[in-house]
Nanobody
Framework: VQLQASGGGLVQAGDSLRLSCAAS????????TGWFRQAPGKERELVAAISSGGSTYYADSVKGRFTITRDNAKNTVYLQMNNLKPEDTAIYYC????????????????????WGQGTQVTVSS
């Protein structure tokens, strides 16, 4: 499975971006897909996840601003990010596991097997 993340960029606070994660080699529909981010000097953290059934999970810091969706026909997962803040600055990674993952484990990056290359999001104040 190969994941290709795109859509990052340099924006101002309050702006929006939409990240895309396109998969090849396997369809998404079977397992959860997540977006993690990592800022310099910080640990990688889960931002949002969407299960094969469409259930969604969001970190408290992005609730009400970010929306994760999936287009199964295109094998693509999106992260719509609105009202961006400087603290959202990070490299964003999409990821999916090799096997089904219980929702209690969504936030642990060690349970994921396939990672995209990351896309930089920089939000200026």
């Amino acid at each position: 499975v190969q994941l290709q993340a795109s859509g990052g960029g340099l924006v101002q606070a309050g702006d929006s971006l939409r990240l895309s994660c396109a998969a090849s080699g396997r369809t998404y529909v079977r397992y959860v897909t997540g977006w993690f981010r990592q800022a310099p000097g910080k640990e990688r953290e889960l931002v949002a996840a969407i299960s094969s059934g469409g259930s969604t999970y969001y970190a408290d810091s992005v609730k009400g601003r970010f929306t994760i969706t999936r287009d199964n026909a295109k094998n693509t997962v999106y992260l719509q990010m609105n009202n961006l803040k400087p603290e959202d600055t990070a490299i964003y990674y999409c990821t999916t596991p090799r096997r089904p993952l219980d929702s209690s484990k969504y936030s642990d990056p060690h349970f994921y097997d396939y990672w995209g290359q990351g896309t930089q999001v920089t939000v200026s104040s």
